[in-house]
């Protein structure tokens, strides 16, 4: 049973910048290539939302409009860690972020829809606030 631990929330200023961990573990021959990892967002009253996400097959990424150009998605596959570094951050990005996971060796590309996935952590609080 796969299982996903994020970490790295907290309070930032606006235009700021945090760095989520996302941490897998599984049985030993677990690697981040056999599976495509998104990062969500839920903000207070909002809908859950596709942030980023990462084709470990190919090791593509997609971003949200929302955050492209600030954020960046990457991996670790010493570490079995996906990371998304969140840069120029805004009031609006205030949220819970929860990483995901879905089995998809040989997938080159990833989507960024709730339903895809099927692995989910916790999720880690973000607030940006002056």
């Known amino acids: 049973q796969l299982q996903l631990v994020e970490s790295g929330g907290g309070l930032v200023q606006p235009g700021g910048s945090l760095r989520l961990s996302c941490a897998a573990s599984?049985?030993?021959?677990?690697?981040?290539?056999?599976?495509?990892i998104a990062w969500f967002r839920q903000a207070p009253g909002k809908e859950r939302e596709g942030v980023s996400c990462f084709s470990g097959s190919s090791g593509r990424s997609t971003y949200a409009d929302s955050v492209w150009g600030r954020f960046t998605i990457s991996r670790d596959n010493a570490k079995n860690t996906v990371y998304l570094q969140m840069n120029s951050l805004k009031p609006e990005d205030t949220a819970v972020y929860y990483c995901?996971?879905?089995?998809?060796?040989?997938?080159?590309?990833?989507?960024?829809?709730?339903?895809?996935?099927?692995?989910w952590g916790q999720g880690t609080q973000v607030t940006v606030s002056s």
């Open positions: 599984e049985f030993s021959e677990f690697t981040l290539d056999y599976y495509a």
């Open positions: 995901a996971a879905v089995l998809a060796w040989g997938r080159p590309t990833c989507i960024m829809t709730l339903d895809a996935y099927n692995y």
